[in-house]
T-cell receptor, first 112, second 117 residues
Framework: KQEVTQIPAALSVPEGENLVLNCSFT??????LQWFRQDPGKGLTSLLL?????REQTSGRLNASLDKSSGRSTLYIAASQPGDSATYLC???????????FGSGTRLLVRP | GAVVSQHPSRVICKSGTSVKIECRSL??????MFWYRQFPKKSLMLMAT?????????EQGVEKDKFLINHASLTLSTLTVTSAHPEDSSFYIC?????????????FGPGTRLTVT
C-alpha cells in the first residue's frame, strides 16, 4: 500500500529565504506526482505536476523535482514571501485512474 | 485551470439529519469527480469516485449507504451525508480532472465545512 510522507510537518522562515519541502513515497511505481497549495479553510490549488518520466517542473519561483527510484520529490521555493504561507501537499497517482494519495502536508509560515 | 464550485461552503446540522453537498464544474464537462474528506490538520482521504450516469466507486472503509453520491449530469455531483453524527463533522472537498487526455491535473472545489451538533 502506497504511503506518502512529508517532512517537515511545519516550517517557519523569514521572508526572502529559499526553502525546500520534502515528500517521500514508499512505492516507486507512481504514475505522476502533484504538488498542491492549501490556504486555511480553503480548497487546493495545483502548483506543479510531474509525470513519472520527468525529473522536474518549474513555475515561477517554484521548482519541483522527482526521483522515482528513491521515492522522493522536493519542492523548492525561491525568495519566499509572506504570501507563500500555506499548507503544501504532495500527492501521487499509481495509474491513469486519477486517484490521488496525499501526504499529510507541510504548514509553511513566511515571516515578514 | 478548471473552475469547480461547492455549495454550501459551511453547514451546521443536528444529529440524525441529512445534508447534501453540491459540486459543480463550471467551465467544462466532468465525467468523473472525486470526493475527499479532510480532518483538522490532516491530509485528504479519498472517499469515492463519482462517475456520471453510473454508480459511484467507494474506497475501502467508506459506507456507501451513509455517504450517498449522485452524478446525474456532466457538471454536477452531489454528496449526501445521511443520518449525520458528530463524527461526520469534517471538511469535504470535491475535485475533477479537466479531460480524459494527457492532462492528469486535478482541480479542486473550495470545500464544505460540515459541523454536526
Amino acid at each position: 500500500k502506497q504511503e506518502v510522507t512529508q517532512i517537515p510537518a511545519a516550517l517557519s522562515v523569514p521572508e526572502g529565504e529559499n526553502l525546500v519541502l520534502n515528500c517521500s513515497f514508499t512505492d516507486s511505481a507512481i504514475y505522476n506526482l502533484q504538488w498542491f497549495r492549501q490556504d486555511p479553510g480553503k480548497g487546493l490549488t495545483s502548483l506543479l505536476l510531474i509525470q513519472s518520466s520527468q525529473r522536474e517542473q518549474t513555475s515561477g519561483r517554484l521548482n519541483a523535482s522527482l526521483d522515482k527510484s528513491s521515492g522522493r520529490s522536493t519542492l523548492y521555493i525561491a525568495a519566499s514571501q509572506p504570501g507563500d504561507s500555506a499548507t503544501y501537499l504532495c500527492a501521487v497517482t499509481m495509474d491513469s485512474s486519477y486517484k490521488l494519495i496525499f501526504g499529510s502536508g507541510t504548514r509553511l509560515l513566511v515571516r515578514p | 485551470g478548471a473552475v469547480v464550485s461547492q455549495h454550501p461552503s459551511r453547514v451546521i446540522c443536528k444529529s440524525g439529519t441529512s445534508v447534501k453537498i453540491e459540486c459543480r464544474s463550471l467551465d467544462f464537462q466532468a465525467t468523473t469527480m472525486f470526493w475527499y474528506r479532510q480532518f483538522p490538520k490532516k491530509s485528504l482521504m479519498l472517499m469515492a469516485t463519482s462517475n456520471e450516469g453510473s454508480k459511484a466507486t467507494y474506497e475501502q472503509g467508506v459506507e456507501k449507504d451513509k455517504f450517498l453520491i449522485n452524478h446525474a449530469s456532466l457538471t454536477l455531483s452531489t454528496l449526501t451525508v445521511t443520518s449525520a453524527h458528530p463524527e461526520d463533522s469534517s471538511f469535504y472537498i470535491c475535485s475533477t480532472t479537466s479531460n480524459g487526455g494527457s492532462s492528469y491535473e486535478q482541480y479542486f472545489g473550495p470545500g464544505t465545512r460540515l459541523t454536526v451538533t
